[in-house]
C-alpha cells in the first residue's frame, strides 16, 4: 500500500525557510516520479514541483523557481522541499504526490 506522509510545516516570517520532508513506502521509490503541491485557503491544487526519481530532473512552477528545491534520500524513501525566501502568497497546506496519492498534507503558514 503507498503510503505518504509529509511533515516540516508551520509559521515563519516572510523571508523565511522551512524544509518540508515527505516519508513514503510502498513502492519502488527510486524510479518514481514524485512531486510536491499545494492548496491555499479558498483555491484548488497547484502545482509546485517534480522530481524525476530515475534521472533526478528536477522541475518547478514559475512562482517558487529560485526559491524552493526538491531533493530525494533514496536511502530514506524521503523527497524534501527545501524553501527559502517564503512570502505570504506561498501559504497552503503542502503534500507530496505520487501518481495522484497525496499523504494528509503538512500546513506551511507565511505570517508578518
Known amino acids: 500500500e503507498v503510503q505518504l506522509v509529509e511533515s516540516g510545516g508551520g509559521l515563519v516570517q516572510p523571508g523565511g525557510s522551512l524544509t518540508l520532508s515527505c516519508a513514503a513506502s510502498?513502492?519502488?521509490?527510486?524510479?518514481?516520479?514524485l512531486k510536491w503541491v499545494r492548496q491555499a485557503p479558498g483555491k484548488g491544487l497547484e502545482w509546485v514541483s517534480s522530481?524525476?526519481?530515475?534521472?533526478?530532473?528536477?522541475y518547478y512552477a514559475d512562482s517558487v523557481k529560485g526559491r524552493f528545491t526538491i531533493s530525494t534520500d533514496n536511502a530514506k524513501n524521503t523527497v524534501y522541499l527545501q524553501m527559502n525566501s517564503l512570502q505570504v502568497e506561498d501559504t497552503a497546506l503542502y503534500f507530496c504526490?505520487?501518481?495522484?496519492?497525496r499523504g494528509q498534507g503538512t500546513q506551511v503558514t507565511v505570517s508578518p
Open positions: 504526490d505520487r501518481a495522484g496519492r
Open positions: 510502498g513502492f519502488t521509490f527510486s524510479s518514481s516520479i
Open positions: 522530481v524525476f526519481g530515475l534521472l533526478g530532473d528536477t
